[in-house]
C-alpha cells in the first residue's frame, strides 16, 4: 500500500551546507534502499517535507524524523493512501524555500505551512518544483 505523508518543522539553529548535505546523504542511502520518495524544502525558517512509499517504510522513516534533534515543533500535515507517487523520480529532491528568492516571496509572502491546509503546502511544493529546479537525489 503507498502512502504520502507531509510534516513542517523548524530546524534547531541555523540551516547549514553541512546539515543539508548530511541529511540527504543519509536520504540519498535509506530511501533507495526502503524505496520511498520526496521532497525537502527547506529555507524561511522551515522544513517541508513530502515522503512518499509503502505505509510500513514510511511509518518507520517519520518514527525516525520526529525524533531527530536538528529540528523540532513537528506537526503532520497530511498522511493518505495513494495511488500512485507524485515525486517518483527523486529519492530525495531539495527545494530552496527562501525568503531571498524574489520569486518566492513575491509568489507566496504569506505562506505559512502551520496554517495552511495540506492542499495549499503542497500546491507551493508543486510550484515551486516547477519553479526553482531542484537539486536532486535521483533514484537508480
Ligand atoms: C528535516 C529532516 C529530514 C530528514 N529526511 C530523511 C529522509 O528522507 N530519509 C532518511 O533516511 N532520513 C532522513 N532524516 C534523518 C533521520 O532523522 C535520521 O537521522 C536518519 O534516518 C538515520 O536514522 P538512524 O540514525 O536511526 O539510522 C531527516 C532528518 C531531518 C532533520
Redesign the pocket.
Known sequence: MLTRLLYV?K?VGPITTF?TSS?LE??S???KK?E?T?V?C?GSGI?L?V?EGKRSAINA?YS?????K??NQIELLSFEEVGQRRYGQW??ALVQLSIDDPMVQLAHPEFDPYSASSKDAFRIIDELIKSSRPIETMRP
Do not use: F, K, T
Open positions: 518543522s530546524p546539515v541529511i543519509v536520504c542511502v535509506n530511501n526502503a520511498i520526496g525537502l527547506q522544513y517535507q515522503i522513516l525516525r524524523i520526529i525524533s531527530d536538528r529540528h529519492s530525495m
